[in-house]
């Protein structure tokens, strides 16, 4: 009895993959037309490639032009060639100052929490910075990026003074300050 139900399944499955064989032949009849068609046109024609112009070297020859990689002074001319040179060797940031922790930070950055007197009546300023840490300073210190040196702590400001590029190759000073923000 049991070998009776295990060929069942077998000649089951057998007569649905022959039905299911069978019904793959039929349909062909229009693929082989649309395939007749194609090869009945006469063949296409392939485009040549096109010619292209030899590269052309451009030699640069300008004796009586400037040099394009010279900076180019933009001031007047009327201006006194004294004070163009005294702009020139005058304002600029001591590079070799060892930087302060708050001059990683722009100073738009840097909020003023509020102020704090020692024993000796010093007023220190508490800055907090982005990093989420508060420093403490006073006047003497640096902050921000362009060079700014505390000139004042106050209980609601500190000024300060900024060393900043002019546009022109020199520098200037520039006042700038820190509110507190209640």
């Known amino acids: 009895m049991t070998g009776k139900l295990n060929t069942l399944p077998k000649f089951f499955l057998l007569g649905l993959l ?77 590079i070799d100052r060892v930087k302060e922790p708050l001059e990683d930070f722009p100073l738009d950055t840097l909020r003023l929490k509020g102020t704090i007197d020692d024993k000796d009546g010093v007023k220190w300023g508490l800055i907090f910075a982005p990093d989420n840490t508060v420093h403490r300073v006073l006047e003497g210190n640096y902050m921000g990026q362009n ?19 002019d546009g022109l190759g020199n520098y200037i000073e520039r006042s700038s300050a820190i509110a507190l923000i209640e």
């Open 18 to 94: 022959t039905t299911l064989l069978a019904g793959c032949g039929e349909g062909l009849g229009d693929l082989q037309q649309f395939i007749q068609q194609i090869r009945a046109k006469p063949p296409g024609r392939i485009e040549p490639i096109p010619e292209f112009q030899p590269y052309q070297n451009f030699e640069y020859t300008s004796h009586d032009l400037r040099d394009p990689f010279k900076l180019v002074d933009f001031r007047r001319p009327e201006e006194n060639p004294e004070e163009i040179n005294q702009l020139a060797t005058g304002l600029r940031p001591d």
């Open 147 to 165: 060079h700014g040196r505390i000139i004042s702590v106050t209980d609601q400001i500190i000024e300060l003074t900024e060393i900043v590029p």
